[in-house]
């Protein structure tokens, strides 16, 4: 597994693509349209989830933080094991930061922002790759 993170804008999905040469094969799911990213049966070789604070955002607005986490530790555990079936498989998963910025006042905002750093904590764990994108740059972390 692979994570991606960095400011919104800052050119994450398009680093993805010219990183790994993504044209074809590809499953591109986004929290951001609302894509559901439960495992499927994908023949192909690629899965990349753009948007996962997309789909957080969502769960925080019905769900308190905790059980947010406990819902993507579920899911994530269904695409690595996709992932491990083949060798060829890669599954990338790419998330906005939210870190930066001042607390949010509002409450569901609040449970957003944590339940995104909790998920993206175990995300980083699991993935075998970290990279940061700021201004279309990769720092690779781990």
């Known amino acids: 597994m692979h994570f991606v993170t960095g400011g919104a804008y800052n050119g994450k999905s398009n680093w993805v693509k010219r990183f790994y040469d993504l044209e074809s094969g590809v499953l591109w799911l986004s ?3 609302q894509d559901e990213p439960q495992r499927i049966d994908f023949q192909g070789k690629t899965v990349v989830w753009q948007g996962l604070d997309g789909w957080i955002q969502e769960d925080a607005k019905k769900m308190a933080a905790d059980a947010i986490r406990e819902k993507w530790q579920e899911i994530i555990a269904g695409w690595r094991i996709w992932e ?31 339940a995104c750093g909790w998920v993206y904590q175990d995300v980083a764990s699991l993935s075998s790759r970290v990279d940061i994108i700021w201004y279309g740059i990769n720092q690779r972390i781990k």
């Open 84 to 114: 491990k079936e083949r060798n060829d498989h890669r599954f990338i998963v790419i998330g906005s930061d939210l870190s930066k910025g001042i607390v949010p006042m509002e409450a569901t905002n609040r449970r957003w922002r944590d």
């Open 31 to 33: 929290g951001y349209q």
